[in-house]
């Protein structure tokens, strides 16, 4: 990596980085400064631009979405019943839920060995919110300028009406934010009506209210300070990376020294590399860093610096590139490795974890039974001398649609079974529980327990069957 120009280095943290204090002595922690992020234009800001519309969008508008008549993102806490795109998820499907936070870190680990923080800079949910906030802000107070001028102006009845409406908008956003959240886990559509007449429940105020303050005091007010100082992620990124993982750096080979120059002078006659030393990356940077440090921890990778540096070559006749994506051996000279054992392993077990996993969800069967014996006896004998077990048969349909079964029993010659109905009939999403007794003559026990089998066949679908095996007590 770029090494920190003319900055002491303390366990590769550069002494910018350290509180006040550390130098000082005199107070334990410097004085927070508002960082005003300049806005860029350019292929990463339309990147992330794009990054934007198509979470925020999907995170606002599935939960309006109803599939056969149920939303189609719904996990129903109080009826333990997780509905995404028309599957009904159960508590024992679990192992689901583990395989896919699995496929999330791991696709974690493979993108951030290959192009560094790509998460932070474009996905994560404190970027893409605090995106909007900012663009709320340029609209309604202006560019960084003007913000800056406002901010230091006495406060007049303008200015408190200009902060005003920002933060009006901002408390909008963040209430319509947290009452989405809550849509994921109660009905939208009811959520919302009674949200309307202020008729919801003490639990569905408390999440709406508590997730609205988190966006805005995240998105809000503290902005990089959640990056810099919350985040874990900016921490153990560096066990993630390697020397040809794709970072954002300085070419400081070509820039330095940097300075200010006449526009159509040759800067190599004046000692000069090609950073005319603008500040414009520093200006655009959300963290309020300077790239040209080298790399640093607070970085989330927007790659706004590339935007505006690139903007600024171009406009004084320079090759783009200053400031770009690239990795450490690159800029030392060395030849790049972008397929390396790391990048292979990672890539080769991300895939095989999902394939499984799609695989696994095609053919996981919409029914599960199960088969409870009556433990408070271990048998009777009925007045025809035959002998009784009790059993409660747990029937789940996990589909959308009322499903009628047939419960059969084998394992012993002449078993039959004694049930209320004939037929099984359950709900679409629903458990039901039916007592069933199990009766055989004793001349056909040979053993005083006996592996049996129920089997539950669907109506008009042969395919649909479930088995599960049960002992059967006797005499000994």
């Known amino acids: ?186 009905p939208l559509r009811e959520l919302a009506a009674n949200a309307y007449s202020l008729n919801l429940g003490p639990w569905e105020w408390f999440w709406i209210i508590f997730y609205s303050v988190a966006t805005y005091g995240n998105a809000g007010w503290l902005r990089e300070q959640v990056c810099t100082y919350m985040c874990p992620y900016a921490r153990f990124q560096s066990a993630m990376i390697d020397s040809d993982t794709l970072i954002i750096s300085y070419d400081t080979a070509r820039g330095e020294s940097r300075g200010k120059r006449k526009k159509g002078e040759d800067p190599k006659n004046q000692g000069l590399g090609d950073c005319i030393d603008c500040t414009i990356c520093v200006q655009v940077c959300p963290t309020g860093i300077d790239i040209r440090d080298g790399l640093q921890y607070d970085c989330i990778g927007c790659a706004a610096c590339i935007d505006a540096c690139d903007d600024v070559m171009e406009k004084v006749g320079y090759e783009k590139g200053l400031i770009r994506y690239t990795t450490e051996n690159i800029l030392n000279g060395s030849t790049a490795h972008f397929i390396r054992p790391r990048i292979v392993v990672y890539g080769i077990i991300l895939l095989v974890i999902i394939v499984s996993t799609f695989y696994a969800i095609s053919q996981r ?57 004939p037929e099984v009939e359950v709900p679409a999403g629903s458990v039901i529980e039916i007592p069933v007794r199990a009766k055989v003559n004793p001349d056909n026990l040979d053993k005083p327990s006996s592996a049996i089998q129920f089997k539950l066949q669907a109506d008009h679908q042969q395919d649909l069957n479930i088995s599960e095996e049960a002992r059967f007590i006797g005499p000994r």
Not at 2 to 20: A, F
Request: aromatic fraction near 16%; include cysteine; hydrophobic fraction near 45%.
């Open 365 to 421: 069967e919409p029914l599960a039974m199960d088969v409870l014996r009556d433990r408070n006896s271990l048998y009777r004998e009925t007045n025809e001398g035959w002998i009784e077990n009790v059993y409660i048969i747990k029937v789940m349909n996990m589909e959308n649609i009322t499903r009628r079964y047939h419960l059969t029993v084998s394992g012993i010659e002449g078993l039959t079974i004694d049930m209320d109905r």
């Open 1 to 186: 990596m770029n090494e920190p120009s003319n900055k002491e280095v303390v366990s590769g943290i550069t002494k910018s980085d350290l509180p006040v204090s550390i130098e000082s002595g005199q107070s334990l922690y410097s004085k927070h400064e508002k960082v005003y992020p300049r806005e860029v234009h350019g292929l990463f800001a339309a990147l992330r631009v794009t990054g934007v519309f198509v979470l925020l969008g999907l995170y606002y508008i599935i939960p309006w979405l109803e599939w056969e008549g149920t939303q189609l993102v719904l996990f129903d806490l109080p009826n333990r019943k997780f509905h995404i795109f028309g599957i009904i998820f159960w508590p024992q499907d679990f192992f689901y839920l583990a395989l896919l936070l699995i496929i999330a870190a791991l696709s974690l680990f493979f993108f951030t060995a290959l192009a560094g923080r790509l998460w932070c800079g474009y996905a994560c949910p404190q970027t893409v919110w605090t995106e909007v906030f900012l663009w709320i802000e340029r609209k309604v107070e202006g560019d960084r300028p003007r913000q800056m001028k406002l901010d230091k102006a006495p406060w007049t009845f303008d200015k408190l009406k200009i902060k005003a409406t920002k933060h009006f908008i901002w408390v909008i956003f963040s209430l319509y934010t947290g009452l989405t959240f809550v849509g994921y886990f109660s």
